[in-house]
């Protein structure tokens, strides 16, 4: 494999790792709801099924321990389900295998396997992709925009870190989203979709120097705590319908206790359960919604224990 970060050189001794959708940029809901799930339907002509898929599709990437897998990851998820309850996906355990062992899930990589491997599928899921960039480049600017306190943090990330954006999404979005932003000037390499996974993408960035310690990736989704656990560095939740706290309260807290060297211990693993905490809560009150919607029964969830320490965490912002 070529060297992702060929010609990058560690300025400093600490490195933030930032995620963009859901995390940075407030794009993940907009992204997923008018542009990913819609453009399913033509291409696998699915149109007699469409809200249910469509919402099928937003459970997966929003609202379950799923969100923020790469596409194409999400794309087999959905297709093996859609295989299974409404009509036959043609070669669909084949694509299912490709995302399971392929090092790069991008458009560039489902092109080559399609040309392969002349399965129609893969072309499928090429032209699928494509619509949704270009849906997503057509979105108006001002849905495409950072959480209040973003900037903040970075700035002061940036003054005693390296800071690099990690992401699954297409390059060319990242970086146009955050040159609008006006956060490229706090972020010193962009790493997306077509460096690899974000665990290998963390791996690349340690080789240049980093020790593990001084590391933090901070993200919204367990995918992005496990690319930490991956490499044995830290995490920070930004937690979803909280993602301005979350910002506001990283300087003082998760990067002072990182440069302070009090990151690791009780600390992490609070951080660790919160993330998922915050999702498992999220979950549990959409089903609840479905269940009145469609029984029109008023059982409440009770509330998980995680939910419990988020709240516990919350409070002492
Ligand atoms: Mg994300």
């Known amino acids: 494999m070529p060297d992702i970060l060929e010609g990058y050189r560690k300025q400093k001794e600490y490195l933030i790792c930032v995620d963009s959708d859901g995390c ?27 809200q249910k898929i469509r919402r099928r599709w937003d459970e997966i990437n929003l ?17 093996a389900e859609i295989d ?30 399609w040309e392969l491997t002349g399965k129609e599928i893969f072309r499928q899921a090429l032209e699928w992709s494509e619509e949704v960039n270009r849906k997503i480049g057509a979105m108006p600017e001002d849905a495409k925009c950072a959480f209040d306190g973003v900037r903040e943090a970075l700035k002061a990330a940036h003054e005693t870190a390296d800071v690099a954006v990690v992401s699954s999404a297409n390059k060319k979005a990242v970086e146009e989203e955050w040159q609008r932003q006006g956060l490229m000037e706090y972020v010193d390499v962009v790493l ?13 960035l340690l080789k240049k120097g980093y ?4 590391v933090l990736m901070v993200g919204d989704a367990p995918g992005d705590c496990e690319a930490a656990a991956d490499n044995g ?14 910002w506001r309260r990283f300087p003082g807290e998760a990067l002072e206790r990182l440069v302070r060297g009090t990151y690791g211990g009780a600390w992490q693993e609070q951080m660790v359960k919160v993330v998922r905490g915050a999702l498992f809560y999220f979950i549990r009150r959409k089903m ?27 409070k002492a912002a």
Request: with cysteine.
């Open 24 to 50: 940075a940029m407030d794009t993940m809901d907009s992204k997923h709801i008018t542009c990913f799930g819609p453009c399913l339907i033509p291409v696998w002509g699915l149109s007699p099924w469409e």
């Open 63 to 79: 609202y379950t321990m799923t969100r923020g897998i790469n596409r194409f990851k999400g794309l087999a998820m959905i297709l």
């Open 288 to 314: 609840g919604k479905l269940a009145q919607e469609n029984t029109g029964s008023r059982f409440k969830w009770k509330k998980p224990s995680d939910l419990c320490i988020m709240k516990a965490v919350i």
């Open 84 to 113: 299974r309850t409404y009509k036959a996906v043609p070669d669909v355990d084949a694509f299912v295998r490709w995302t399971g062992e392929a090092p790069e899930l991008s458009n560039q990589a489902v092109k080559a396997q």
């Open 233 to 246: 560095v830290y995490y920070y939740p930004i937690l979803v319908k909280h993602e301005e706290m979350s």
């Open 211 to 214: 020790c593990p310690d001084h």
């Open 192 to 204: 997306s979709q077509d460096s690899g996974s974000k665990s290998a993408c963390i791996n690349a």
